[in-house]
């Protein structure tokens, strides 16, 4: 593979951006992003920005209207996080989905001891623009399986439209409120390039171990669904399924020797391209004992769908570990799109920062694209409008 590093909005000091995502729209690719503080999960509006079809420049973000912070008095906001943007290529239309979040005076509302989670629950929302270029407003998504749930999410995800239109979908929740233990399923949802909506839900995946199991990714390759899960055992997790619904047991990945991969509680993402399968994640390794959850390096190796393993021979740094003043990147809330058969982009914003107390004495970002092609094919740099 070809990987090509591409850096945009360097942050010093401001504005800074975080989770940036790129699918295709019908007129060349379309990023979404939010701006971000640096202190907890704290973000501004969900915005967008667009370009042409190799990535090169982007135009000014700009926000998505439904998807903007709103004031609910008594110092509590509800924003927007984890947004990750699709095309739908039978309705033409992109869907923008995340899921709501609350701010407070202590900015994440979880420290709030005063905050009424029954209130305030999080849940999926989602915006559409349509084929013809227009933003609906702000949607959410419901089913009775989680009206019990304090806290269900899609965030970060990576999910498979299906032929008929139809798209599966993966989540994660709480079943208690008294306990912050996630599970995990994957839901099946009709789409008319207007609304989603719950049909089916699938097996439910649990652990134990600290908050359990978060943001899923899925994937499909011949005739069978992968997931890839984040935990918090200092693995990642994956399962199969025929039919994107019924899910296998968690199985930790493992590289084709046998030996674990060894991560910390970071999310994990499929990179499909050339009809084959890699895994994006980050781990532990000789260069990155003092970066928090070894979040930088990025790496990618390729996935063996009869062993299910990792090839340890085809791993590859997709961004780079970079510092500054001393201060190591922070990498880690990423997505990964397939652009073409042979193309596909991961995108990540990287932050440096130093704290000393509860001050912030460092700070810079940037976003970062990495650009992967097939070896076989040339990398296409213009005649895009770019």
């Not at 699918?23 to 973000?43: A, I, P, S």
């Amino acid at each position: 593979m070809k990987i090509e590093n591409l850096e945009f909005w360097v942050g010093e000091p401001s504005p800074h951006f975080f989770h940036p995502a790129v699918c295709r729209d019908n007129t060349g690719l379309l990023m979404t992003l939010q701006t971000f503080d640096g202190f907890g999960d704290t973000y501004g509006p969900v915005m967008v920005s667009t370009s042409g079809q190799s990535g090169v420049s982007w135009s000014a973000p700009v926000p998505i209207p439904a998807l903007k912070t709103i004031d609910l008095g008594n110092g509590i906001r509800e924003g927007v996080a984890d947004v990750r943007p699709f095309l739908h290529p039978k309705t033409g239309s992109v869907l923008a989905i995340g899921c709501n979040t609350y701010y407070g005076k202590a900015r994440n509302i979880t420290e709030d001891h005063d905050f009424d989670q029954d209130k305030f629950r999080q849940h999926p929302v989602y915006a559409i623009k349509t084929a013809d270029g227009i933003w609906s407003e702000r949607k959410a998504l419901n089913h009775p399986f989680f009206a019990g749930s304090p806290d269900w999410r899609v965030a970060c995800p990576q999910l498979v439209v299906l032929p008929d239109g139809g798209v599966i979908v993966p989540v994660y929740f709480r079943a208690d409120s008294s306990k912050s233990v996630y599970s995990i399923c994957t839901i099946r949802c009709s789409f008319d390039g207007r609304n989603l909506k719950v049909e089916r839900v699938g097996t439910v995946l649990t652990s134990d171990r600290g908050r359990g199991l978060l943001e899923p990714s899925i994937t499909k390759l011949g005739d069978t669904f992968y997931l890839t899960i984040r935990a918090e055992d200092e693995h990642g997790y994956l399962a199969t399924s025929a039919d994107g619904l019924t899910w296998g047991s968690i199985e930790p990945w493992r590289w084709d020797d046998g030996a674990v991969l060894t991560t910390s509680t970071t999310q994990q993402h499929w990179l499909s391209i050339t009809d084959r399968l890699f895994l994006v994640y980050t781990r532990k390794d000789e260069t990155n004992g003092d970066v928090m959850r070894w979040r930088a390096p990025l790496f990618m190796a390729e996935f063996d769908p009869a062993r299910k393993c990792l090839i340890r021979a085809t791993e590859t740094v997709v961004l780079p570990l970079v510092r500054k003043k001393g201060i190591p990147s922070l990498l880690g809330n990423f997505h990964v799109s397939s652009l073409t058969a042979d193309t596909a982009m991961v995108s990540d914003a990287s932050l440096w920062i130093k704290i000393e107390g509860d001050c912030i004495t460092e700070f810079q970002s940037s976003v970062w694209l990495a650009r992967v092609t097939a070896e076989t094919q040339e990398m296409q740099t213009g005649g895009d409008g770019d």
